[in-house]
């Protein structure tokens, strides 16, 4: 059975960083393309970012670009989100996910998700 288990949220002020940690265990975490999520109270899950499976590509929304980037350390099977100038509109649940394949941009492409982590960000 895949568990994905984030760590790393907290509440901090506009313009701090944190990092979240997402590891997964019970699978294949090498040939997973990874992915991050939030969800604001009252609005949809939107995407934040994805990893591939080889680290070697990265994509993010708009909204964290420059901000925010995303790792991977396969020794650890754990993927990492790097948030930097936080924001109030950061605040959310950080959700990450495990994809075998598809258009990694929207949550259905994704098949094991973690529980989430609260970021809150202050201003």
């Known amino acids: 059975q895949v568990q994905l288990v984030e760590s790393g949220g907290a509440q901090v002020q506009t313009g701090e960083s944190l990092r979240l940690a997402c590891i997964v265990s019970?699978?294949?975490?090498?040939?997973?393309?990874m992915g991050w999520f939030r969800q604001a109270p009252g609005k949809e899950r939107e995407f934040v970012s994805f990893?591939?499976?080889?680290?070697?590509?990265?994509n993010y929304a708009d909204s964290v670009k420059g901000r925010f980037t995303g790792s991977r350390d396969d020794a650890k099977n754990t993927v990492y989100l790097q948030m930097n100038n936080l924001k109030p509109e950061d605040t959310a649940v950080y959700y990450c996910?495990?994809?075998?394949?598809?258009?990694?941009?929207?949550?259905?492409?994704?098949?094991?998700w973690g529980q989430g982590t609260q970021v809150t960000v202050s201003s």
């Open positions: 019970g699978g294949a975490f090498s040939s997973y393309d």
């Open positions: 990893i591939n499976f080889r680290g070697d590509s990265t």
């Open positions: 996910a495990a994809s075998v394949g598809g258009p990694l941009l929207k949550p259905e492409a994704y098949d094991y």
